[in-house]
C-alpha cells in the first residue's frame, strides 16, 4: 500500500469551531487531493496540489482551505465547521511519473454537532 | 460539469459468476481512467489504471476495458468469491488534473 496517513481517523466537533486534518505521505508523490464522500453524492473534490505552495479549488471547495507547505504534507482547515461538513474525508496522492495512478489515504470520519 | 454514471448500483451474484461492471462518461477527451475497491468503512484500493491509449488492462482475474469513442469502460471479474464483495468505483481524469468518481456498484457475492 502507498505510505499515507491521515489523521485524526475519527473526530466530532461543534459547530463555529476550527478544524484541520493532516494528511502526510511517504512516497514524494507531487500531486496530493483532498475529497469528501457522503452518502448519493459519491467522492467529491474539495482541492488539490500541485506541488509546494502550488493549490487549487475542485468542486466542492467554499467553507474549506488548503496548505502544503512541504512536498509530505497536506493540511485541510474547516475555518469554521457546519453541520453541512459532517462527512468521510479522503486524502489522496498521485504523481506524473506514475501514469497519475491515484493512491488513497485511510479516511477521517469528521461529526460536526 | 463532467458526468459518470455506475450501473447497476448494486448487483448481487452466486460465487462463481463471472460478471461486468460499468462505468460511462460523456467526454470522450480523456487523460485516463482507474477503478477501485472500497470495502466498508475503508479507503479506496487501486484495482486498474487505463490510460486514453490503450484499450484495456488485466489483473489477475480482473480486466478493465476502455472505449473513448462510446464513453465506456468495462470491468470484469472471472469466478467471483466472496471476498470479492465490496463497492467498486470508477474514476475518470481529465486534462486539468482533476478526476470525477461514479457513485459506485456495491457489489454481493453470494457463497
Known amino acids: 500500500d502507498a505510505g499515507i496517513t491521515q489523521s485524526p481517523r475519527h473526530k466530532v466537533t461543534e459547530t463555529g469551531t476550527p478544524v484541520t486534518l493532516r494528511c502526510h505521505q511517504t512516497?514524494?508523490?507531487?500531486?496530493m487531493y483532498w475529497y469528501r464522500q457522503d452518502p448519493g453524492h459519491g467522492l467529491r473534490l474539495i482541492h488539490y496540489?500541485?506541488?509546494?505552495?502550488?493549490?487549487d479549488k475542485g468542486e466542492v471547495s467554499d467553507g474549506y482551505s488548503v496548505s502544503r507547505s512541504k512536498t509530505e504534507d497536506f493540511l485541510l482547515t474547516l475555518e469554521s465547521a457546519t453541520s453541512s461538513q459532517t462527512s468521510v474525508y479522503f486524502c489522496?496522492?498521485?504523481?506524473?511519473?506514475?501514469?497519475?495512478?491515484?493512491?488513497f489515504g485511510p479516511g477521517t470520519r469528521l461529526t460536526v454537532l | 460539469k463532467q458526468e459518470v454514471t455506475q450501473i447497476p448500483a448494486a448487483l448481487s451474484v452466486p460465487e462463481g459468476e463471472n460478471l461486468v461492471l460499468n462505468c460511462s462518461f460523456t467526454d470522450s477527451a480523456i487523460y485516463n481512467l482507474q477503478w477501485f475497491r472500497q470495502d466498508p468503512g475503508k479507503g479506496l484500493t487501486s484495482l486498474l489504471l487505463?490510460?486514453?491509449?490503450?484499450r484495456e488492462q488485466t489483473s489477475g482475474r480482473l480486466n478493465a476495458s476502455l472505449d473513448k469513442s462510446s464513453g465506456r469502460s468495462t470491468l470484469y471479474i472471472a469466478a467471483s468469491q466472496p471476498g470479492d464483495s465490496a463497492t467498486y468505483l470508477c474514476?475518470?481524469?481529465?486534462?486539468?488534473?482533476?478526476?470525477?468518481f461514479g457513485t459506485g456498484t456495491s457489489l454481493t457475492v453470494i457463497p
Open positions: 487505463i490510460q486514453s491509449s490503450q
Open positions: 496540489s500541485y506541488g509546494v505552495k502550488d493549490t
Open positions: 489522496a496522492i498521485s504523481d506524473p511519473l506514475d501514469s497519475l495512478e491515484q493512491f
Open positions: 512516497e514524494n508523490h507531487r500531486y
Open positions: 474514476a475518470v481524469l481529465y486534462t486539468g488534473n482533476q478526476f470525477y
